[in-house]
T-cell receptor, first 117, second 114 residues
Framework: DAGITQSPRHKVTETGTPVTLRCHQTENHRYMYWYRQDPGHGLRLIHYSYGVKDTDKGEVSDGYSVSRSKTEDFLLTLESATSSQTSVYFC????????????????FGNGTRLTVT | KNQVEQSPQSLIILEGKNCTLQCNYTVSPFSNLRWYKQDTGRGPVSLTIMTFSENTKSNGRYTATLDADTKQSSLHITASQLSDSASYICVVSAGQTGANNLFFGTGTRLTVIP
């Protein structure tokens, strides 16, 4: 397995509270991503990062922010959690710039199951 | 609209039997197509990646095919094992913008029974 650790693995929180999910990699890959997975939907991109302090929005970025202060860590923050953000969140990484990310596989973490009550 | 559709939604087969999963896409321009396996409670794991010029790719008992003209792909599993029980996700990459332009299918849930 690629060295990707997501924490926490499970979290229950109340509506309106801030939540931060952490993704830690040991592969020194440049590209990191946050996805959410919901029943009836394919994985959807929330935010992604090209490198330290270099991030951009994905398809479903509203209500989420990210930060990447070190190559190995990519944080996803829900500023004020809502019930619609109940989901399973996956972090992914892909090869460094030396290999074209277009044809390099994404390696996924094992997810964080977030429940917002 | 860029879409990826998979069929069937779910499938139950006997151990040792073969099966084929389907993926149709409308993503344009096409860059590459990937199949992932996702075990319950785990993240997806890459099985194959195929570019426009490749029409078959194998990974052990898994064989993926791609017909870029009809925009269809299939994943064939030979001599199924209980450990093949998982969701199989088809992912199509569009254009030139790298892995941040991926379109995911909703998956086929495969159950292999003894």
């Amino acid at each position: 397995d690629a060295g990707i650790t997501q924490s926490p693995r499970h979290k229950v929180t109340e509506t309106g509270t801030p939540v931060t999910l952490r993704c830690h990699q040991t592969e020194n890959h440049r590209y990191m991503y946050w996805y959410r997975q919901d029943p009836g939907h394919g994985l959807r991109l929330i935010h992604y990062s090209y490198g330290v302090k270099d991030t951009d929005k994905g398809e479903v970025s509203d209500g989420y922010s990210v930060s990447r202060s070190k190559t190995e860590d990519f944080l996803l923050t829900l500023e004020s959690a809502t019930s619609s953000q109940t989901s399973v969140y996956f972090c992914a990484i892909s090869e460094s710039i030396n290999k074209n990310p277009r044809i390099s596989p994404l390696h996924f973490g094992n997810g964080t199951r977030l429940t917002v009550t | 609209k860029n879409q990826v559709e998979q069929s069937p939604q779910s499938l139950i087969i006997l151990e040792g039997k073969n099966c084929t999963l389907q993926c149709n896409y409308t993503v344009s321009p096409f860059s590459n197509l990937r199949w992932y396996k996702q075990d319950t409670g785990r993240g997806p794991v890459s099985l194959t990646i195929m570019t426009f010029s490749e029409n078959t790719k194998s990974n052990g008992r898994y064989t993926a095919t791609l017909d870029a003209d009809t925009k269809q792909s299939s994943l064939h599993i030979t001599a199924s094992q209980l450990s093949d029980s998982a969701s199989y996700i088809c992912v199509v990459s569009a254009g030139q913008t790298g892995a941040n332009n991926l379109f995911f299918g909703t998956g086929t849930r495969l159950t292999v029974i003894p």
